[in-house]
C-alpha cells in the first residue's frame, strides 16, 4: 500500500482530456506553439478538423488558442477612388475553447468589416439567414446594373475575373 495521493492532472485548455478524445472524426492533435515569443514550448492540442490555423505560427498563452477557418469575403470597390477599398466583409468559422461563454465554445461564424470595430457573432442558423438575405441582396444588385446598363445604353461589358 502506497502513502502517496493521486491527483488528476488538469489538463490544459486544448489538450484532450478523458471526455473528449483525440481521433475523433472531428478533431486531431496538432503542435501548437505555447507560452511567450521569449518562452515557448511546443505542445499537442486538441484541434478540430475544419481549423486551418497554424497554431505554430506565433505563441499563445496556455489556455487561450482559438480555432479557426480561412477566412471569406467580398470586397467593394468605387469609381471614384480605385486605391481604397470601400468594404471589405469578411466571415470565418471560429470556436475558442476557454472562453467563459458557452456560445464562443462552440464553433460559430464571426463576421466583420474591415474598417470597422464590431464584429458578429453568429450561430449557424444566424448565418444561413444571412446567407439567404444576401441572395436576396444580389439578386436585387443584378437588376440595379441591368437598369443602369439599359438607362445609360451599355451594353455588357466583360467582368474582371
Known sequence: MSNTVQTPVA?????PSPKSPAG????????????????NQ???????????????????????VTHYAETSGVEVA????DTTLA??????????PTSTDARMRAAHIMVWEDAGAVEARLTAGMAEELADDLVGFAVRLRQLARTARLANHDAPAERAA
Open 11 to 15: 489538463f490544459l485548455d486544448g489538450i
Open 24 to 39: 475523433s472524426p472531428d478533431s486531431r492533435l496538432v503542435p501548437a506553439l505555447i507560452g511567450t515569443f521569449h518562452s
Open 42 to 64: 511546443v505542445v499537442h492540442i486538441e484541434c478540430p478538423r475544419w481549423c486551418t490555423a497554424d497554431h505554430m505560427d506565433e505563441p499563445s498563452e496556455p489556455g487561450h
Open 78 to 81: 468605387s469609381f471614384l477612388d
Open 87 to 96: 468594404y471589405a466583409l469578411r466571415a470565418s468559422l471560429e470556436a475558442d
